[in-house]
């Protein structure tokens, strides 16, 4: 996936959060259509949620991306 190449930065610190967990608290936000701030606390802070967002969303495929997700979805 392209998208998530493009976050791998080996010469990081360890992530305290999963790119999986951040991913599916994107794919709640789409989904219930809540803001930002309204995040459920499962998730984390929404500002590092939004980094991500905002990181992927300028990638050639997120959108794609999104829509084979939810079109996929619809089909089941």
Known sequence: MA?????L???ERKRKHDLRTIW???MYLVK??????MLSGDF????????YYSK?????????????????????
């Open 24 to 26: 599916n608290a994107i």
């Open 44 to 51: 984390p802070k929404w500002q590092l949620v939004y980094y």
């Open 32 to 37: 219930t259509g809540c803001q930002w701030r």
């Open 9 to 11: 930065n080996f010469n």
């Open 56 to 76: 992927w969303a300028n990638a050639e495929d997120f959108d794609l991306l999104l829509f084979q997700k939810f079109t996929r979805r619809s089909k089941d």
């Open 3 to 7: 998208i998530y190449k493009k976050t």
